[in-house]
Nanobody
Framework: VQLQASGGGLVQAGGSLRLSCAAS?????VGWFRQAPGKERDFVGA????????KYADPVKGRFTISRDRAKNTVYLQMNGLKPEDMAVYYC??????????????????????WGQGTQVTVSS
């Protein structure tokens, strides 16, 4: 399985961007993570492929939305109301082996065995 993330760019605070993560094969879950300069990589949100359940990190709840297109095997991260603190490199990751992850596993990087290249999101204030 390969992952292709796209959609990053420069946006003003309050603006929106949509990131895409296209998977070339079967996945059990797809997660989004982000890493700001000098900081650790943080969980943003994830979708469990089988039942479509979605988990969000608290800082993005109500502003970010994850959706999927089954036919395209693509997961989207719609980001609205962007803030300067959202600026980071965003990564999508997929769980392609093992069982469907339980809810608590979705936020754990170790759940995912395949990572896409990052895409930069820059938010100007």
């Amino acid at each position: 399985v390969q992952l292709q993330a796209s959609g990053g760019g420069l946006v003003q605070a309050g603006g929106s961007l949509r990131l895409s993560c296209a998977a070339s094969g079967r996945t059990n879950a797809v997660g989004w993570f982000r890493q700001a300069p000098g900081k650790e990589r943080d969980f943003v949100g994830a979708i469990r492929w089988g039942d479509g359940n979605i988990k969000y990190a608290d800082p993005v709840k109500g502003r970010f939305t994850i959706s999927r297109d089954r036919a395209k095997n693509t997961v989207y991260l719609q980001m609205n109301g962007l803030k300067p603190e959202d600026m980071a490199v965003y990564y999508c990751a997929a769980r392609t082996i093992g069982a469907n992850p339980i809810w608590s596993m979705l936020a754990d990087e170790r759940t995912y065995d395949m990572w896409g290249q990052g895409t930069q999101v820059t938010v100007s204030s």
